[in-house]
């Protein structure tokens, strides 16, 4: 099927975008087109504009400064993953890039499409719950700080606003001696996790001090397990905190998966995420 016939604009600013925005209420923002045009061509949704976002400068930059990494929300995977300052800085995504996809897809989709998106079988916005990071929204009105604990609202939604536009992505320094880990389990690689998990934490000796498990695919956005991490911060056993998840997540079953198999999987991955993390 291909997609009914839509209007296209490539404004050269912000301005111009937000104005567009206000004109057109069903309007939809194009940036890497990789989850978009794919769901025009399903007929999934039905805009008369498409307001690319990819002639605007700036938008693509990753830069360091006051304890903070900044991402542009236009960053497409590919240079995410290829990035020294992502890689020395923020381990954590660069482990979870070369699970996004496949490298055409890495090649053009871009961070704030993901996260924007909020599809719940997604490596990055995990990455951003475990590393806490800051959403910058902004509208005509001005920019809008959103934390990441409230910016996934559900399945497919997000508390960006229809005239708003993800610029930045800010993400803090991981405090010296953090430690990541990322692990997710699909069919073939490439595909959408069935269970993932990212996580970011610091251990003093052989205790945690500080752990983020944020796990994707059992939810309808991704989740903190903050019992299981309770249970790994008082020094519990593995077996103890894997025990515990059943009251962390409450994953749906899918075609292949029941509830508990995915419950199993979640288990399986905290095993191996955490011994990972040295
Ligand atoms: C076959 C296939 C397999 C895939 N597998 C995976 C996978 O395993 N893991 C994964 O993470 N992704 C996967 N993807 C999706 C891919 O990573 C996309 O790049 C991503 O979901 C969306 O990014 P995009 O830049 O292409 O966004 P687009 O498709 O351009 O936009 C997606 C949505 O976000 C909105 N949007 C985009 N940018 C902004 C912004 N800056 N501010 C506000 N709203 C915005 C758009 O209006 C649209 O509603 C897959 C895609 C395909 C086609």
Known sequence: MKASEVGYAKPASLPEVFALLEKNEDARLLAGGQSLIAGLNM???????????????????????????????????????????????LPLIAKAVPHIAHMAIRNRGTIGGSLALSDPATELPACCLAL?????????????????????????????????????????????????????????????????????????????????????GVGDHPVLAANASEALLADKSMADAQAVLASDLSPSEDAENSAATKLHFARVLLGRVVASMS
């Open 43 to 89: 007929r999934l949704s039905n805009p008369t504009l498409l307001i690319d976002i990819n002639g605007i400068a700036g938008l693509n930059t990753i830069t360091e400064s006051g304890g903070t990494i900044r991402i542009g929300a236009l960053t497409r995977h590919l240079d995410l993953g290829a990035s020294p300052l992502i890689a020395a800085k």
């Open 132 to 216: 806490n990071a800051t959403m910058t929204a902004a509208s005509s009105k001005g920019e809008r700080k959103i934390p990441v604990k409230t910016f996934f609202k559900g399945l497919f939604e997000t508390d960006l606003k229809q005239n708003e536009v993800l610029t930045a992505i800010e993400i803090p320094l991981p405090a010296a001696g953090s430690l990541s880990g990322f692990s997710e389990l699909v069919r073939r690689h490439g595909d959408y996790a069935i269970v993932g998990l990212a996580a970011q934490g610091v251990r003093k000796g052989s205790s945690w001090s500080q752990l983020n498990l944020s796990y994707f």
